[in-house]
């Protein structure tokens, strides 16, 4: 079982910037596939990017968007950094894991969202 806890939401003005953070708890022994999704109500969930933590393989749902990164430190622990915020980006984000993941795994695993572990959420509000 692991427990995932996003934090690093919070509200900014339309061009700053945001760090959300995404906390493993339980078996985090293994190498994981672990991403962000963001919704908002009345929306489908939609992803973000994706980490390999075992040797860093990302995805970004967008490749065009440099805005979004995301990265990983020897924790499990990881984060997306969000620059030049706009009100699109409102929204809800979540974190997903998944264990035993493999960099040939993510991409397909992001498209269907057929992670195992989610967290509950941070919110994102970005005023004009």
């Known amino acids: 079982q692991v427990h995932l806890v996003e934090s690093g939401g919070g509200s900014v003005q339309a061009g700053g910037s945001l760090i959300l953070s995404c906390t493993p708890s339980?078996?985090?022994?293994?190498?994981?596939?672990m991403a962000w999704f963001r919704q908002t109500p009345g929306n489908e969930r939609e992803a973000v990017a994706g980490?390999?933590?075992?040797?860093?393989?990302r995805y970004l749902h967008n490749p065009g968007e440099d805005r979004f990164t995301i990265s990983h430190d020897n924790a499990n622990n990881v984060y997306l950094g969000m620059n030049n915020l706009g009100v699109d980006d409102n929204a809800t984000y979540y974190c997903?894991?998944?264990?035993?993941?493999?960099?040939?795994?993510?991409?397909?695993?992001?498209?269907?969202?057929?992670?195992?572990?989610w967290g509950q959420g941070t919110q994102v509000t970005v005023s004009p």
């Open positions: 997903a894991a998944q264990p035993g993941c493999s960099a040939l795994d993510l991409g397909p695993l992001i498209v269907r969202q057929g992670f195992t572990y």
């Open positions: 339980g078996d985090t022994s293994s190498a994981y596939c």
């Open positions: 980490i390999v933590t075992s040797g860093g393989a």
